[in-house]
Structure formats: C-alpha cells, structure tokens
T-cell receptor, first 115, second 107 residues
C-alpha cells in the first residue's frame, strides 16, 4: 500500500536550474496538494488541485508551477531555482470522509537544497 | 494574529506523565479540525480528527471549544514513542497548519 509517493527524496540544485518534483497517489483521491516546510514556519500551501483538471494557488505560489497530469499525479516545477526555495517539500492527497472531513495523507517529502 | 497558533514547546515530560497541548484559531467559520503527528524529518501523519463532542482514541483525547476557538490534545500515560511534534490543523475553507508543539518524553 504505497499511498503517496514522491520523487526524488533528495536533490541539490544550483541557482537558476530548473526541476520537477513528482507526486503520485494510489488512493483514488480527488484532491492533491503541494506544501513546503521551513524551520519555524510550519507547513505552507504552495498549490493545490481540488480535482483532475483544476489547479489553484495556495499561500506561497511564486516561483512555482504545477501540473495535474491525471487523477493520480500532481507535479511541482521550479523554473529557475533560488536559494529561498531551499526547503522540504511535501505532497499530499485527500478525499472527503463520511464525517465530511478531508484529512490529508502525505508523501515522505523531498529535501531540496539550492546553492 | 496567526490563523492557527500553538505553543512551540518543547514539552519535556517523564514517561507516564499526562501532557496537554492547546491550539487557538482565528477563523470562526472553521469547520473541521485535526491533530497530526510529525516525527523528526518525516512526513506529517494524521493522529486524529477532532469532533465537536470531543473524541478519544486510546491514550489520546481531543476536544474542541468553538466558543473560545481552541482545540486541545491530551496524552495520558506518555510513552517514549510519543516523542514527536504535534501539529494542529484547522480547515476554514483551506487547511491551515500550526507550527507544531514539540514533545520529548524522557525515561
């Protein structure tokens, strides 16, 4: 039972390089999310996708783009990496439960360092 | 005022102790509430949802006070394995995560 899978787990980039973080979930969830987590800041939402074919900005979208490739996959792209984007990135997915809640299930994270 | 606020801790307690975490939120329209647990350098994992009537799961009890806009998590008979950061999460149209409260349970 894989749940939410993120690749890569670690990456080091130089300023100005681009890269795409991949995320896939096998729980048939409609909603998917990308967060970043920095020391003392808690988790901050970058982008989310409420359903296949839709994406919306979160709290800190600048410098990022996303693609909801299909129901399973939601990728995050850094077009021109900056040192301020050094962080731990988490992908999550969710589905509304019987109580009407929508708890999120997280991937293992991608630790990204930009030099 | 932050949308979701938690005492960052750390809370250092001996095994067997009872410890309580509080979390306040600013959006009175918030509709659902959760506690997550995050171990060092790992992903957050759902610990429990928080229901209006309060709910219990083994040694863990969660309560919600809508009038005062806070939620709480009580851990009884603390174990070494409870050492982690506990995140308060509030959904008022979007999920807002607190910064987390660090718990360290000592032998």
């Amino acid at each position: 039972n894989a749940g939410v899978t993120q690749t890569p787990k670690f990456q080091v980039l130089k300023t100005g390089q681009s890269m795409t973080l991949q995320c896939a979930q096998d729980m048939n969830h409609n909603s998917m999310y990308w967060y970043r987590q920095d020391p003392g800041m808690g988790l901050r939402l970058i982008y989310y996708s409420a359903s296949e074919g839709t994406t919306d900005k979160g709290e800190v979208p600048n410098g990022y783009n996303v693609s909801r490739l299909n129901k399973r996959e939601f990728s995050l792209r850094l077009e021109s990496a900056a040192p301020s984007q050094t962080s731990v990135y988490f992908c999550a997915s969710s589905e509304r439960d019987r109580a009407g809640n929508q708890p999120q299930h997280f991937g293992d994270g991608t630790r990204l360092s930009i030099l | 005022r932050k949308e979701v606020e938690q005492d960052p801790g750390p809370f250092n307690v001996p095994e067997g102790a009872t410890v309580a975490f509080n979390c306040t939120y600013s959006n009175s329209a918030s509709q659902s509430f959760f506690w997550y647990r995050q171990d060092c350098r790992k992903e957050p994992k759902l610990l429990m949802s928080v229901y209006s009537s309060g709910n219990e799961d083994g040694r863990f009890t969660a309560q919600l006070n809508r009038a005062s806009q806070y939620i709480s998590l009580l851990i009884r008979d603390s174990k070494l394995s409870d050492s982690a950061t506990y995140l308060c999460v509030v959904n008022g149209g979007k999920l807002i995560f607190g910064q987390g409260t660090e718990l360290s349970v000592k032998p």
